[in-house]
């Protein structure tokens, strides 16, 4: 009798799905999405990103608006640090929620740094400084949502300052490749979803709901 109620006590763990794409590929949009949806299903769902907006993410968002300059391998490791601190953080880390059987769903985790960082640096390397929170956390799923390089810029450029385009469009493009890479090289340790993101935003996330309610318990 007491086994039944421990079993009927017991909360089963939340989901944890990671958002993966280059800027402008529709993260925040499709992740709006997928909250209503499984909502609507009942499932408790808390949405989060990176940089978070911790005291070091904080650090991380004036280095990337040039307010402070720091070297590549510091700037690598602030994103460590900011990760580790949004999975075990007393107040609202991703770990406890998923405990508390929150399905919690983030725009960027570690193949970001993977794909962002291995541009200037090796990536062996990125993915070693990251192991302690692959060790923690791995997502049920990461879904990344693919979009032509200049189609992702169209769409930022529509609300945001006229970025040096060139520049931007040159250093995406690489991002992108170091994501197929990182995919590629991870395939049998990571649940990975490729979707592609240049359909209305209604057909994208048809795709996406169709590639991950596999992994999901609905
Ligand atoms: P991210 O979070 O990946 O940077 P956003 O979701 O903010 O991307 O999308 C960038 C811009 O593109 C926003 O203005 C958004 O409304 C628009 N957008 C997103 N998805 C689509 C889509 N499928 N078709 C057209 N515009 C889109
Ligand atoms: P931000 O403006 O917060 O979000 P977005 O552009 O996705 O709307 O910027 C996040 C930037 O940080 C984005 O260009 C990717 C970069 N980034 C890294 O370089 N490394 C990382 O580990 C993460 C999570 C993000």
């Given at each position: 009798m007491w086994?039944?109620l421990?079993?009927?006590?017991?909360?089963?763990r939340?989901?944890?799905i990671?958002?993966?794409?280059?800027?402008?590929?529709?993260?925040?949009?499709?992740?709006?999405?997928l909250?209503n949806?499984l909502?609507d299903?009942?499932?408790?769902c808390?949405?989060?990103?990176?940089?978070t907006?911790?005291?070091?993410?904080?650090?991380?968002?004036?280095?990337?608006?040039?307010?402070i300059?720091?070297d590549?391998?510091?700037?690598?490791?602030l994103f460590v640090?900011?990760?580790?601190d949004?999975l075990l953080n007393?107040?609202?880390g991703?770990c406890?929620?998923?405990d508390?059987?929150?399905?919690?769903?983030?725009?960027?985790?570690?193949?970001?740094?993977?794909?962002?960082h291995?541009?200037?640096?090796?990536?062996?390397?990125?993915?070693?400084?990251?192991?302690i929170?692959a060790?923690?956390l791995r997502p049920t799923?990461?879904v990344?949502?693919d979009?032509?390089?200049?189609?992702?810029?169209?769409?930022i450029e529509?609300?945001?300052?006229?970025v040096?385009?060139f520049e931007?469009?040159?250093?995406l493009?690489?991002?992108?490749?170091?994501?197929f890479?990182?995919?590629?090289?991870l395939?049998?340790e990571?649940?990975?979803?490729?979707?592609d993101s240049?359909?209305s935003?209604?057909?994208?996330?048809?795709?996406?709901?169709?590639?991950?309610?596999?992994f999901?318990?609905?």
């Open positions: 086994g039944d421990s079993i009927m006590n017991e909360i089963s939340g989901e944890f990671a958002f993966e794409g280059i800027d402008g590929s529709g993260k925040s949009t499709q992740i709006r999405n909250l949806r909502n299903y009942g499932i408790r808390y949405e989060t990103k990176e940089p907006d911790s005291p070091i993410g904080s650090l991380i968002h004036q280095i990337m608006t040039g307010r300059s720091a590549n391998r510091v700037i690598a490791s640090a900011d990760r580790v949004h007393k107040t609202d991703i406890q929620k998923i508390n059987g929150i399905t919690v769903i983030t725009d960027r985790y570690y193949f970001s740094s993977y794909a962002y291995s541009v200037d640096m090796e990536m062996d390397w990125v993915i070693q400084a990251n192991s929170s060790d923690i799923v990461t990344f949502l979009v032509p390089v200049k189609k992702a810029l169209e769409r529509r609300e945001r300052f006229h040096e385009l931007k469009e040159e250093r493009r690489k991002v992108r490749d170091k994501y890479e990182a995919f590629e090289k395939k049998s990571e649940n990975i979803v490729i979707v240049s359909g935003i209604e057909e994208v996330f048809e795709n996406i709901w169709n590639s991950i309610s596999q999901l318990i609905l």
